[in-house]
């Protein structure tokens, strides 16, 4: 299956998501490329921004299992190439 380069934004309001949420990066670490991530202790949330080089296909699973967190949001665009 065809690869693309995929960016991926998440942001943590539920501290308590922070382990399961690791555990699905750490479950996806051979297609991500990068990670930056910035505490924004005033409002008491994360943001965690993600590069992937993956199929369309399991970037759409690793954003489906994300997502099913309690106080997670994720959102993904692609790259047209």
């Known amino acids: 299956m065809e690869s693309r380069i995929a ?7 539920d ?8 555990g699905v990066l750490h479950e996806y670490s051979a297609y991500i490329l990068g990670r930056m991530g910035i505490p ?7 943001i965690i921004c993600l590069a ?3 199929p369309a ?6 954003t489906g299992k994300i997502g099913r967190l ?3 949001s ?3 665009v692609y790259s047209r190439a």
Not at 7 to 13: D, N, Q, T
């Open 7 to 13: 960016a991926i934004s998440i942001i943590v309001e």
């Open 15 to 22: 501290p308590d998501s922070v382990e399961a949420l690791n």
């Open 40 to 46: 924004y202790r005033e409002k008491n949330i994360s």
């Open 52 to 54: 992937l080089d993956a």
């Open 57 to 62: 296909d399991t970037v759409n699973a690793m």
């Open 70 to 72: 309690s106080g997670v």
């Open 74 to 76: 994720v959102k993904a």
